[in-house]
Nanobody, 124 residues
């Protein structure tokens, strides 16, 4: 059974950078598109980015386009989210989630397996 574990969150100053990791176990992630989603207190959950199973297709929300980069290393069963020029509004719990197939879902509800999340705090 596929399991996902996020890491790499923490406290960073505005303008700083972080790299989140999502390590999978149980099943090879090459068969799954993987997304990064975030949720801040009082706000709706947002799909930040997604990468297809092969890594050839990537999607970003408008709010992070140009600042975040998603990548994957299927040999290491790991997906990364590199976040740059962080802003206070990027603060949230970040989750990685697997879709039911190799293509990025059109809707958040199509992610069907989630990690436990990692906290990102952006503050001076």
């Amino acid at each position: 059974q596929l399991q996902l574990v996020e890491s790499g969150g923490g406290l960073v100053q505005p303008g700083g950078s972080l790299r989140l990791s999502c390590v999978a176990s149980g099943v090879s992630i090459e068969y799954f598109a993987i997304g990064w989603l975030r949720q801040a207190p009082g706000k709706e959950r947002e799909v930040v980015s997604c990468i297809s199973g092969s890594g050839t297709r990537k999607k970003y929300s408008d709010s992070v386009q140009g600042r975040f980069s998603i990548s994957r290393d299927n040999a290491r069963n790991t997906v990364y989210l590199s976040m740059g020029n962080l802003k206070p509004e990027d603060a949230a719990v970040y989750y990685c989630a697997a879709a039911g197939g190799i293509t990025c879902p059109a809707r958040e509800g199509e992610y069907n397996l989630w990690g436990q999340g990692t906290q990102v705090t952006v503050s001076s």
